[in-house]
């Protein structure tokens, strides 16, 4: 069992940025995909950006590319998502999840950190 939990996350105008973190405890996660999903209201839970573990090569969702980045510590017990040149559409619960055995598919993934609001305002 991997416990995540994120911080970060609150509210900015379009263009800013916010940084969100996601510290990893429990057991060894590498080699498994962790990334950030995000959920607006009234829509579906979607990929952002996501690594694996220990390899980092990332992938991002085509809305964030070169907006976001997603990285991971040396210790490789926290993950990151930098994220600049916000937009309005960014706004949601932003989750970190780990354990994952497809990247794209969430519902792969066994643990859930217990999501940070992000709100961009025009």
């Known amino acids: 069992q991997v416990q995540l939990v994120e911080s970060g996350g609150g509210s900015v105008q379009a263009g800013g940025s916010l940084r969100l973190a996601c510290a990893i405890s429990g057991d060894d996660h590498r080699g498994y995909w962790l990334g950030w999903f995000r959920q607006a209201p009234g829509k579906e839970r979607e990929g952002v950006a996501r690594i694996i573990s220990g390899i980092r090569t990332p992938y991002y969702a085509e809305s964030v590319k070169g907006r976001f980045t997603i990285s991971q510590d040396n210790a490789e017990n926290t993950l990151y998502l930098q994220m600049t040149a916000l937009k309005p559409e960014d706004t949601g619960i932003y989750y970190c999840?780990?354990?994952?055995?497809?990247?794209?598919?969430?519902?792969?993934?066994?643990?859930w950190g217990q999501g940070t609001q992000v709100t961009v305002s025009t």
């Open positions: 999840a780990a354990l994952g055995t497809s990247g794209l598919d969430w519902h792969s993934y066994k643990s």
